[in-house]
């Protein structure tokens, strides 16, 4: 259950942390942990290296291909992500050694549900739509790692926030869904490979039941997160955020009225 929700959510703008988080609050199984969430992301990040192969390739053989303009640009593009992941990688690590449950609520949820959805709306209705991730420069890469890092609260949508300031610096759809997915790789790696430290650490039967499940989750999430980027990659080719948007915007109300009792 939960490796299909990973799955379809993360490269979604809809959050798939906020789904994770809720489905112990609606069923009443046990959370999960951050643990198991962060082990999951290694299947949603196997996804995106295979679907992104090509770029992830220029950027690992830059340094060993001759001079020219797609040398060039495969090099730009992983400093402009290394850059963009660190703001995230300092947020997250102060939110994981003093608070790592401070978010964990399903109001939480439901409110950056609604208010990203917002959020989203504007920039996807608003922005202009020009700009191709060639054209993007530092200073546009550090505002989306700034606004990854607001992901870190449940609800947000690492996605969401990093395609919807794609969207305010004009990138075209796919073009800010794209970086939005490139720009997971170091922090989804970071958050993972954590994760898996502990599992695989972990010692007698309990431990090597521990490291067979998580691979199961593993393999399970990185075909559903596979499906995800291509839908959500054909999708935006011919359609605008609004989809997404609605669906915000409806589970969000759901989860205000259910969590506040309205009558």
Known sequence: ????????????????????????????????????????????????????????????????????????????????????????????????????DFFRSAKVVAWTTLGYAALLFVADRFSPTLR?????????????????????????????????AGRFLGLERTEAARFAMLLSIPATAAAGALALKDVVTAEGPEGAARLADTGIAIGLTFVVALFAVWFLMNLLRRFTFTPFVIYRVLLGLALVVWLYGFS
């Open 132 to 164: 191709r991730i060639e054209h993007l420069k530092l200073s546009g890469a550090i505002f989306i790692g700034l606004a990854q890092t607001l992901a870190l609260v449940p609800g947000t949508s690492r996605a969401g926030i990093t395609m919807t």
């Open 1 to 100: 259950m939960l490796t299909i929700v990973q799955g379809i959510t993360e490269f979604l703008p809809i959050s798939s942390s906020g789904h994770l988080l809720l489905v112990p609050v609606v069923t009443g199984w046990p959370d999960q942990g951050l643990d198991l969430d962060a082990a999951i992301h290694m299947g949603t990040l196997a996804a995106v290296l295979v679907y992104f192969w090509r770029d992830v390739l220029a950027m690992v053989t830059s340094p060993f291909t001759k001079k020219g303009a797609e040398r060039n640009f495969a090099r730009r593009l992983f400093w402009f992500l290394m850059i963009a992941t660190i703001p995230a990688l300092i947020a997250g690590g102060l939110i994981h050694t003093f608070a790592p």
